[in-house]
């Protein structure tokens, strides 16, 4: 089964549980993982999974605000923060804008603060509903990585992410969606 995972990411984390997801769906050459400033819409044609991530900011998706506030923070002396090198470009948000229809199982995920989801809100719910929108067949629950407050992954994230994509693995193979 070829899958392709898109991503966004600002610094870093999203990106490392998206490369975890990929090497728990499959090996190189069947699973693409691919930031969204490089994803478009012909390379989703043919995949028998589609999955999308996204860093979750101020309680959803991120905006062309949210994103220069996140570059503004790391420019910050001794912020600690490193921008990914794909954070330049456009976001899940906008992406969405420009896909046509996605007849394919797919599932979401987000990276998001290590507290309870109402308060930090879950991008990957907002991503699900895009999805759905564009025609997909949800394999999966929307799923959450967390990172701390220093913005680190937390312990056990990159391992729980490679686990969810042998899962998904499984359940695209089997073809169980959950709509």
């Known amino acids: 089964m070829r899958a392709v995972i898109v991503y966004e990411s600002m610094y870093g984390n999203t990106r490392v ?9 499959g090996p190189d050459g069947e699973t693409l ?5 490089q994803a478009r819409p012909e390379l989703l044609e043919g995949a028998g999974l589609v999955v999308v991530g996204g860093p979750t900011h101020v309680h959803g998706l991120s905006r062309a605000s949210t994103r220069r506030s996140a570059r503004e923070a790391a420019d910050k002396p001794a912020s600690g923060l490193t921008m990914d090198p794909g954070a330049k470009g456009p976001g899940l948000r906008d992406w969405f804008e420009g896909l046509g229809r996605v007849d394919t199982a797919a599932a979401a995920f987000d990276t998001r603060l290590d507290a309870p989801a109402m308060f930090t809100g879950r991008a990957s719910k907002a991503i699900a509903r895009l999805l759905r929108r564009h025609g997909a067949a949800m394999a999966a629950e929307p799923e959450s990585f967390l990172v701390t407050k220093a913005n680190r992954l937390r312990a056990g994230e990159e391992d729980r992410a490679l686990e969810w994509g042998r899962r998904l693995a499984g359940r695209a193979a ?3 969606t959950i709509s």
Do not use: E, H, T
């Open 174 to 176: 089997g073809q169980v």
């Open 17 to 25: 549980i998206a490369d975890a997801i990929g090497r728990g769906l």
């Open 33 to 37: 993982v691919v930031p969204v400033a």
